[in-house]
């Protein structure tokens, strides 16, 4: 058995908080690797390009998705979003880990291609908050504000294909519960294929720290 990586796609409601999630647990766990995606969304202040995005603009995006580059993409809010394939080739090659913040069409298509992976949606407490939630972040118009909040409604209608559901109300019992996920299934025997020979290992057992 070889160690695999964990594919780790995290969706949520634009506002919820899930790059304040990520970031927690990239921080706390830097052996995962973030996908950054391309898309022909505008860059937000702060944001930087190849670290957040890749920014595009909508003629490279249909020229990169005709030729296949994507292995997920799809338009959200008025913008094209869309995961590079290689990139998640690169990590079930070479078992490292691997988180994606994209939307409920994108985790439904890897759910289906990939056949790995652990699905995680984050809910916001409720639709007032999440409104809330992106005035203060004050990083899109009203107008943009107002369809984020519409169509967090047809996101959550989506949430049963997930695996885990998180409501992101406190931060940190939120940033526990992400946690919590992740090391359970890392105890998956996929994760530590060298285990029993370890165990089991007698010159371990006899110059070993058990030994008196
Ligand atoms: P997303 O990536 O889902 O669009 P962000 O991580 O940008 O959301 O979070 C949106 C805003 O909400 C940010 O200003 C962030 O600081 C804030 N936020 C995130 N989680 C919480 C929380 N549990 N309670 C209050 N504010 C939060
Ligand atoms: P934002 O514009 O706030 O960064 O992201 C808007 C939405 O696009 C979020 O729900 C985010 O998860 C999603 N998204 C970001 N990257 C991708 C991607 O590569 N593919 C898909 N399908 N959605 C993405």
Redo the contacts with the bound molecule.
């Keep these: 058995m070889t160690a695999k990586g964990l594919l780790l796609t995290i969706s949520?409601?634009?506002?919820?908080?899930?790059?304040?999630?990520i970031n927690m647990l990239i921080r706390d766990h830097p052996e995962f690797g973030f996908s950054v995606s391309y898309t022909t969304r505008h860059a937000r202040p702060g944001e930087i390009n190849g670290k957040d995005y890749f920014f595009v603009d909508h003629e490279e995006f249909v020229s990169l998705r005709d030729s296949n580059f994507f292995a997920e993409w799809a338009q959200v809010h008025g913008n094209y979003y869309g995961t590079p394939r290689q990139k998640i080739l690169d990590a079930l090659d070479s078992g490292h880990s691997l988180i994606f913040?994209i939307d409920v069409q994108g985790a439904a298509q890897l759910k289906e291609n990939l056949n790995t992976g652990v699905f995680i949606f984050i809910f916001p407490p409720s639709l007032k908050v999440l409104e809330k939630?992106?005035l203060?972040?004050g990083t899109d118009d009203p107008d943009t504000v107002r369809k984020r909040v519409h169509n967090a409604g047809q996101e959550i209608s989506r949430s049963e294909l997930f695996d885990f559901w998180i409501v992101?109300?406190?931060?940190l019992e939120?940033y526990n519960d992400l946690k919590s996920i992740v090391r359970a299934e890392k105890l998956r025997p996929c994760f530590s294929p060298g285990l029993p020979d370890r165990i089991m290992d007698f010159k371990h057992g006899v110059h070993g720290e058990h030994e008196v």
């Design positions: 949520a409601p634009s506002g919820t908080g899930k790059s304040t999630l913040d939630r992106l203060k972040r992101n109300d406190n931060l939120a």
